[in-house]
């Protein structure tokens, strides 16, 4: 009875219900199939009554058709219709939390439709697999091959699951070969790629069964199916994003700097920033980027970084392309050498250059870098190592003194200097220096004095000596030699400076001489007219030297002596000298012919007979010797004039109780001239013969002479009318001959020369033959007046 009151109660609820549509009902997620949503009650007395469910929006099988039933019993007539939830209800209020259900009761004719709207509560408590994980498909999740290893795939979410927790394991098997490796899911829901990547698995799917399991025993299970896409193959891109370059600025225009690709077919290159481009641009189809200007970073500061942009498009969809950014930086490259001003350095200063004189100052820029420091090394070619000149502070200046007096070719010093920059690579310019000194006459030439002897008898053209001036100046032998003053007998080679003998001296007229040399240099100076002069003085000496002949008084003697046995006695004395130089007495005297057995020897002028000598034995009878003594002079050098004397000793053996020895002395008168004999030294030995017709032909010459002679006189006298005596004929003879030869001597008839008128210059004025060795011509001397005629 209870129940069935309550049943009526509900009904009025119900069909108060009923008639106040649209219904709306709260359910919660939780409520799982079969869950009943609403009931309703009808009064259908004689009709069929349906219930239908027109709609469901949005759209789904979670809802069954409604379902309709009669109360038996009291309540005839009177029908139940129910809403159920279907076996697939799964309610997520984060999925759908709103259904609008349209519903449709009939009557016979009588129709009623109107919404039912179900609100899908959320429940805390409650977790769950869900969605298409958790359907018997599985989840497909998609994924290019080239996706990076590890990368994340799909982040797996749970209805109700909040910030709990939940351990998620896949439980299907993941071994290669089948795998590359296994997928990994961690609590948070995060599904990884396998760490090995999945490139080369394209167009496989793997299938992951995945266990969601919280504590208090809920889990759940769904699966997830990755599927591997192959790499898009007309998609454009580029290896990597960007790329840095550096490039040196000494590239010319045109050269590549760097060829960018891009992946994709037919593609097309642009730059499209900066734009426009002015330092660089690209190959439309290679993507080699190029420079097109100078990168001169001293000119266009702006080169040295630039940010390009390029671009990669293909061909025929210009829309599917890519970009890459490039940085160029350009580097300083040192490209040019120092340039420097003057080039070339050359120059001519005097060798008296004061030290620290400035020669050229140089001036140099880097054309790389204006302000960079610059050195400067000077190097020596000519003369290698020298110190003479000195670089201080780009500053060429004489270091050492430029004297050139010292042999040596000093007059040019090459040398250069070499200019480095301090840029990479170093770059160098070499200055050339070509300095040249030219000589100063500096100093002035000078000699010693000197004293030289010359025999008065000295030729033409002896050389009597040289004078040998020196010069400090280089070169120290460029000089030339006069004689100060006028005409001279002397005279000095203007090179050598040897001094010549010019004309006669005469040792009794000038003892000596003295010269002045004057020495003038040449060739020591830039400027050939500048010379300079010195001099000294030069002393000759004459020496005296014999000019005649030695004579001897008496000219000849005959004398006859005794002498003892055995005994050495003086048997006479020569006695010689000049008659112009008496002051000269020193003669040497030597027995040159007639001293057989050698008998006689001189003792200085005394001429003694030798009777020691163990020899032939002594001759009974009186024997006569013609010796011949040889006077020479005694000069101041070699003796060149002599005369030969002739004494002729009658020897008569004195015997044994002689007393004494007597010599019956006979002598030539000095009244009477004799006829003296001179030798001669010439070394012409006659044959025998020649002498004999020698003889002979001047004998008949001599009759012939004398006959003609007082022929003469006689016409003289004739004429005169006064007669006058008979002249003699002189016999003049020459015996040649030398030391040990046999001489012959001619004894001439003794005259008397005083009847001879002197005025004549006739042959009798001369009574002696000489020869003189400087002439080396013969003449006839006369003995009384010193008078020579040549012959
Ligand atoms: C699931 O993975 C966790 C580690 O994440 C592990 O500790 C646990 O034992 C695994 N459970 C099963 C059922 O494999
Ligand atoms: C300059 O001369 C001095 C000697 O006088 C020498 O020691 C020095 O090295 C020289 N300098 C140069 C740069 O040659
Ligand atoms: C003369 O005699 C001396 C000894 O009294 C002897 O020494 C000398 O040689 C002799 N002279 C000559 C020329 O023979
Ligand atoms: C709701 C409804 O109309 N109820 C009616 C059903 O029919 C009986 C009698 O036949 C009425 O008494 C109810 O009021």
Not at 131 to 147: K, L, R
Not at 247 to 270: C, M
Not at 349 to 377: H, M, N, R, W, Y
């Amino acid at each position: 009875m209870v129940l069935f009151r309550l049943l009526a109660i509900l009904f009025a609820l119900f069909i108060s219900v009923l008639h106040s549509l649209p219904w709306s009902i709260d359910l919660s997620e939780s409520q799982g199939p079969g869950t009943t949503l609403q009931s309703f009650s009808f009064n259908c007395s004689s009709y069929m009554p349906t219930l239908e469910l027109l709609s469901v929006r949005p759209p789904t099988g979670f809802f069954n058709k409604p379902s309709l039933h009669s109360l038996h019993g009291l309540h005839k007539g009177v029908y139940v219709g129910k809403v159920t939830l279907s076996s697939s209800a799964r309610l997520d209020a984060l999925a759908v939390n709103h259904y609008e259900l349209q519903l449709q009761y009939k009557c016979g004719n009588f129709v009623v439709s109107g919404p039912l709207f179900v609100h899908v509560q959320r429940d805390p408590g409650r977790f769950r697999c869900a969605g298409p994980f958790a359907s018997p498909a599985g989840e497909f999740i998609y994924v290019p091959e080239t996706v990076t290893p590890g990368a994340l795939l799909y982040t797996l979410l749970l209805p109700g699951l909040g910030v709990q927790r939940a351990q998620m394991n896949i439980t299907s098997a993941q071994d290669p070969p089948l795998f590359p490796g296994p997928f990994s899911i961690d609590e948070q829901g995060l599904l990884r790629a396998p760490s090995q990547g999945l490139s080369g698995q394209a167009l496989k799917s793997f299938q992951l069964q995945i266990l969601v399991s919280l504590g208090k025993g809920q889990s759940c299970k769904g699966m997830l199916t990755v599927k591997v896409l192959p790499a898009p193959s007309s998609q454009v891109s580029f290896p990597q994003k960007a790329q840095s370059i550096t490039i040196p600025e000494d590239l010319v225009p045109g050269s590549k700097v760097i060829q960018v690709q891009a992946r994709g077919s037919n593609l097309l290159y642009e730059i499209i920033s900066p734009l426009p481009s002015p330092l660089y641009s690209i190959g439309q189809a290679d993507g080699v980027v190029r420079t097109t200007a100078p990168l001169d970073l001293a000119r266009a500061q702006g080169a040295a970084v630039t940010k390009l942009q390029v671009r990669a498009f293909e061909r025929l969809r210009p829309w599917a392309s890519a970009e890459f950014d490039l940085t160029v930086n350009v580097r300083a490259v040192n490209q040019w050498p120092p340039r420097c001003h003057p080039a070339l350095l050359v120059t001519q200063v005097p060798e008296t250059t004061p030290v620290g004189t400035v020669l050229s100052k140089l001036t140099c820029v880097d054309p790389d870098s204006a302000g960079a420091p610059l050195d400067f090394q000077l190097q020596f070619y000519n003369p290698p190592d020298s110190a003479s000149l000195r670089l201080r502070d780009r500053v060429l200046e004489v270091n050492t003194t430029l004297d050139c007096d010292t042999p040596g070719a000093c007059f040019q010093h090459a040398a250069s200097i070499l200019v480095l920059d301090d840029g990479q690579p170093q770059m160098t310019t070499e200055v050339p220096v070509l300095v040249m000194v030219t000589p100063v006459n500096e100093f002035s030439p000078a000699c010693v004095p000197r004293t030289f002897r010359v025999r008065e008898d000295a030729g033409p053209h002896t050389l009597l000596g040289s004078v040998v001036g020196t010069d400090a100046d280089y070169p120290h032998n460029s000089l030339e030699y006069y004689i100060s003053g006028g005409p001279s007998t002397f005279a000095v080679d203007r090179l050598s400076g040897e001094i010549h003998l010019l004309g006669p001296l005469d040792y009794e007229q000038q003892r000596w001489y003295k010269i002045t040399i004057l020495l003038i240099d040449h060739s020591q100076d830039w400027d050939l007219n500048r010379h300079r002069s010195g001099s000294c003085t030069v002393t000759i000496e004459v020496e005296d030297v014999n000019d005649h002949a030695p004579e001897c008084e008496p000219p000849f003697q005959e004398l006859t002596t005794y002498t003892p046995l055995g005994r050495s006695m003086e048997v006479t004395k020569v006695s010689c000298w000049i008659p112009r130089e008496p002051q000269r007495s020193a003669f040497t005297y030597s027995i040159v012919g007639g001293n057989s057995q050698s008998r006689f020897r001189l003792q200085g002028t005394v001429l003694m007979h030798n009777d020691t000598v163990l020899g032939p034995p002594w001759p009974e009878q009186p024997c006569t010797y013609e010796l011949l003594i040889h006077v020479a002079d005694a000069g101041p050098s070699i003796p060149h004039l002599s005369t030969t004397t002739t004494i002729i000793v009658h020897l008569v053996p004195w015997r044994a109780g002689t007393v004494a020895t007597s010599t019956h002395r006979s002598t030539v008168s000095s009244t009477m001239t004799p006829l003296i004999v001179t030798e001669v030294e010439a070394f012409w030995k006659p044959e025998p013969w020649f002498v004999v017709v020698l003889t002979a032909t001047g004998a008949v010459l001599l009759l012939a002479l004398g006959w003609l002679l007082s022929r003469i006189l006689r016409g003289f006298a004739q004429l005169l009318q006064a007669p006058s005596k008979p002249a003699r004929a002189l016999l003049l003879n020459s015996v040649p001959g030398n030391e040990g030869s046999v001489e012959r001597l001619m004894e001439a008839p003794r005259m008397e020369m005083s009847q001879v008128p002197r005025t004549s210059m006739s042959l009798q004025h001369f009574d002696g033959r000489a020869h003189d060795v400087r002439t080396g011509r013969d003449y006839l001397f006369s003995t009384r007046t010193g008078a020579r005629r040549w012959l």
